[in-house]
Every structure is written in C-alpha cells, then in structure tokens.
C-alpha cells in the first residue's frame, strides 16, 4: 500500500528555522493534493499548508509569510520550509496526501508525524 515517510523535526529556537519532508511511495497512480497538519498539546489538530497538483497553494494565517509549502512531482516529495518559528509553532506536524491508487480507489494518507519544538 501507500506510505509517507516524514523527516526534519526537530529542536529549533525562536526565529530560526527548519524544513520537513514528506516522501510518498506504494502503488500510487496519482498524487491529488499533499499537505501538512500539526497538532499542539491539548489543542485540535488543524490545517498548516496544502497544495494541489496543478501548484496551488494555501497556508493558514498563523503562518502565512513564515512557511513555504513546495512539491518535487518527479520524487512525490513536498516541503515544508518554516522561518521565523515562534514558540506557538510547537506542534506534532502530520503530512496528508489525497492519493489514487494503482486500483483506482481515492484515499487520504497520514504520516507517523514528526514532532517540531521550538524554544523562547
């Protein structure tokens, strides 16, 4: 089946920055949309940034101007550069995909998560 295999959390202080990855692999015959997810402590799980496959983009406010959402196609790999982190930005950051399979079923996908720790 599909998989996402997430890598670049971390440890990071105020106002410095890290960049995740998200590589999906599996029987995938098109890849529809990837993003990113994070969840906070206590808090709900929400929607970061997401971009289709024909490269649109959206980002919440929060970060908007602070985080760049990227796609390699060639790879099935998105990005997440995040600059400027504040402490707020700590979270749990989750990558999704809206995958077609080989068979043709529509599915979303989750990564394990990749924990981001950001220190005042």
């Known amino acids: 089946q599909v998989q996402l295999v997430e890598s670049g959390g971390g440890l990071v202080q105020a106002g410095g920055s890290l960049r995740l990855s998200c590589a999906a692999s599996?029987?995938?015959?098109?890849?529809?949309?990837m993003g990113w997810y994070r969840q906070a402590p206590g808090k709900q799980r929400e929607l970061v940034t997401a971009?289709?496959?024909?490269?649109?983009?959206n980002y919440a406010d929060s970060v908007k101007g602070r985080f760049t959402i990227s796609r390699d196609n060639a790879k099935n790999t998105v990005y997440l550069q995040m600059n400027s982190l504040k402490p707020e930005d700590t979270a749990v950051y989750y990558c999704?995909?809206?995958?077609?399979?080989?068979?043709?079923?529509?599915?979303?996908?989750w990564g394990q998560g990749t924990p981001v720790t950001v220190s005042s």
């Open positions: 971009i289709t496959s024909g490269g649109s983009t």
């Open positions: 599996g029987s995938i015959f098109s890849i529809n949309a």
């Open positions: 999704a995909a809206d995958i077609t399979t080989a068979w043709g079923g529509v599915y979303d996908y």
